[in-house]
């Protein structure tokens, strides 16, 4: 099967209202509600696997002045999230909401089951009202609901199992589908893939821009959430950094992660599934584009090599692991993004991505949260350190560690690392957390 750059931004760059991990969640409860009566609530479950559940235990959730916690999600989701807005579910919350989703709360009507053996992206809810017991089943992508059941019954027609996000249709086999032919797939075809980009295309590219920017200018306006955006802006105002390319992309990347972090009521345009992967594989570009003479159209195509790069990596480590794809697969896309807007040719570009792949393999994820700004203003900032070495010719050998002669090889290195080397190490950092947690 073949595929187009068009079939690759349908499928993985989409605006997206908060985590997606918590969204999908509610998401998963919004649809579960629907199906039943306008009854009042008896009682919400959720199961999650524990991806799901280490990325959405402990960021905050828009609309909501700061809560957190996936049974939150769930609540705000069954009592007035709306499912055929899909990643943007939570958009219709507001105070009487959050209010209601609070009571539901207090009065222990939700709870979250952690499935411990489940592997890949999975949301289950289970919502009773009305004398009705509705469920609905999310896998392998955020928005992708695979099943809807109304008192044990499976409902095998319903809009919402179509899966439509605005630019065309996905599901997870569509996903699967493009994910093998993109394994398959050298450098200089992935770059081919930018030639074809049309109007349209551009213009979807454009409101990235714009989503991702507006989150960062919150963010530098507000000092919410960790406040490392703002920070490194003082800094430089107060000479104590330089303002140049690299603190221009961690200032305008982290700002907008500390504002998505602190449950700003703003969507991301997200990258592979991910808000801050798309903040990653955008705003580092964008920054750059102050330093130097490209068109927008140049700007354009470098964002969506920087998503193409992004989908591909991902497609070796999986949506969710134990790396921080933030750091090792948006961030490569945006280091390859940057080597080709400042006229690298494909060695320079194929540089980038080695060096900033051998630089940040072993940034974990540790979950969502407010520090997670941190780590976009190191993917940010290294981003653009690996382009300006490449482009003057300081690329790591192929003897180094998990480099190889070929950009594709050394990301496929970063799945491999990911997916059979770091098993443990994601069953670690949940049980701390977990262990945190229930401690406290």
Same mark, same amino acid.
């Given at each position: ?20 991990? #918590? ?26 696997? #524990?991806? &799901? ?5 402990? !960021? ?12 939150? %999600? ?34 222990? @009507? &939700?709870? !979250?089951? +952690? +499935?411990?053996?489940? /592997?890949?992206?999975? !949301? ?10 509705? *469920? ?33 249709? @996905? ?17 200089? *075809? ?9 109007? #349209?295309? +551009? ?9 991702? *920017? ?13 406040? &490392? ?8 105002? *107060?000479?104590?950094? @330089? ?16 504002? /998505? ?24 570009? $964008?920054?750059?584009?102050? =330093? ?23 497609? =070796? ?10 750091? $090792? ?5 945006? %280091? ?17 991505? @080695? ?14 949260? %407010? ?11 290294? %981003? ?57």
């Amino acid at each position: 099967m073949e595929f187009s750059v068009k079939d690759i931004l349908q499928m993985e760059v989409t605006p997206a209202l908060g985590c997606t991990e #918590p969204v999908a969640i509610a998401l998963a409860a919004a649809a579960a509600r629907s199906l039943t009566d306008s009854g009042s609530i008896e009682t919400i479950q959720v199961w999650v696997d #524990p991806n &799901v559940y280490k990325n959405g235990v402990a !960021v905050a959730i828009p609309g909501t002045d700061g809560l957190c916690g996936l049974d939150t %999600a769930a609540a705000l989701g069954a009592v007035g999230g709306d499912p055929a807005l899909r990643l943007e579910v939570l958009e219709p919350v507001d105070k009487q909401i959050v209010s209601q989703a609070r009571a539901l709360l207090k009065d222990g @009507k &939700v709870k !979250v089951h +952690l +499935l411990t053996d489940q /592997r890949g992206l999975y !949301v289950k809810a289970l919502v009773k009202s009305g004398g009705h017991e509705a *469920q609905s089943v999310i896998e392998h992508l955020h928005d992708n609901l695979t099943g809807l059941f109304l008192d044990g019954e499976k409902i095998d027609e319903h809009p919402l199992l179509e899966n439509a996000n605005g630019r065309g249709s @996905k599901s997870g086999k569509d996903l699967a589908a493009l994910e093998s032919w993109l394994k398959e797939l050298r450098l200089s *075809q992935l770059l081919g893939l930018i030639d074809d980009l049309d109007k #349209p295309d +551009l213009d979807f590219i454009q409101e990235g821009i714009v989503y991702n *920017q507006r989150l960062a200018q919150y963010g530098l306006k507000h000092g919410c959430g960790l406040g &490392v955006g703002k920070t490194l802006q003082r800094l430089v105002r *107060q000479r104590l950094l @330089k303002k140049d390319m690299m603190s221009a992309a961690r200032i305008l990347t982290s700002a907008a992660a500390d504002a /998505r972090m602190a449950g700003v009521k703003m969507a991301a345009m997200s990258s592979a599934g991910s808000g801050n992967h798309g903040l990653t594989a955008i705003l580092p570009i $964008v920054a750059v584009k102050d =330093f130097v003479t490209a068109e927008l159209k140049t700007l354009h195509e470098a964002i969506a090599l920087s998503h193409i790069i992004t989908g591909y990596i991902k497609a =070796f480590t999986g949506r969710l692991s134990a790396v921080c794809g933030c750091s $090792v697969a948006a961030g490569a896309g945006a %280091a390859a993004g940057v080597a080709y807007m400042l006229g690298g040719d494909s060695g320079h570009i194929a540089g980038a991505i @080695k060096n900033l792949i051998v630089d940040l393999a072993g940034v974990i994820c540790d979950g969502a949260k %407010a520090s997670c700004a941190l780590k976009l203003a190191t993917a940010g900032g290294t %981003a653009i350190q690996a382009a300006l070495f490449a482009l003057q010719n300081v690329i790591v050998s192929p003897t180094d560690g998990i480099a190889c002669a070929t950009p594709e090889g050394t990301m496929r290195n970063i799945g491999t690392l990911t997916t059979e080397g770091m098993i443990a190490t994601d069953q670690t950092i949940l049980n701390i957390m977990l262990e945190k947690r229930f401690s406290a």
